[in-house]
């Protein structure tokens, strides 16, 4: 299991930028795919973004393209979701996730998690 810890959340007005990182332990990180979910209150977890061991692939919710870019750095065993245009309806818990493989960049294939970090996104 790789252990993860999120980073980076915090209260932003509609229209601002966030970086979210996720340091990653345990488990080789340059081997797994990695990606990030969110949940709202009263709502289920969903799946935001996700990036292969080599960075050449990503899979995206719609809600997000174009406003949110995942991205990696192996050598730092950190994984980053840079957040732009951000929009009340993105505020939720953030979670930080590696998958059980290098490319499996579907939901159904993360099972690893962080603690999650708070991002809230005022009107």
């Known amino acids: 299991q790789l252990q993860l810890v999120e980073s980076g959340g915090g209260l932003v007005q509609a229209g601002g930028s966030l970086r979210l990182s996720c340091a990653a332990s345990?488990?080789?990180?340059?081997?797994?795919?990695m990606g990030w979910f969110r949940q709202a209150p009263g709502k289920e977890r969903e799946f935001v973004a996700a990036?292969?061991?080599?960075?050449?692939?990503?899979n995206y919710a719609d809600s997000v393209k174009g406003r949110f870019t995942i991205s990696r750095d192996n050598a730092k065993n950190t994984v980053y979701l840079q957040m732009n245009s951000l929009k009340p309806e993105d505020t939720a818990v953030y979670y930080c996730?590696?998958?059980?493989?290098?490319?499996?960049?579907?939901?159904?294939?993360?099972?690893?998690w962080g603690q999650g970090t708070q991002v809230t996104v005022s009107s």
């Open positions: 996730a590696g998958a059980n493989g290098p490319v499996n960049l579907t939901p159904r294939h993360f099972n690893s």
């Open positions: 345990g488990r080789t990180f340059s081997g797994n795919a």
């Open positions: 990036l292969s061991w080599s960075g050449k692939s990503t």
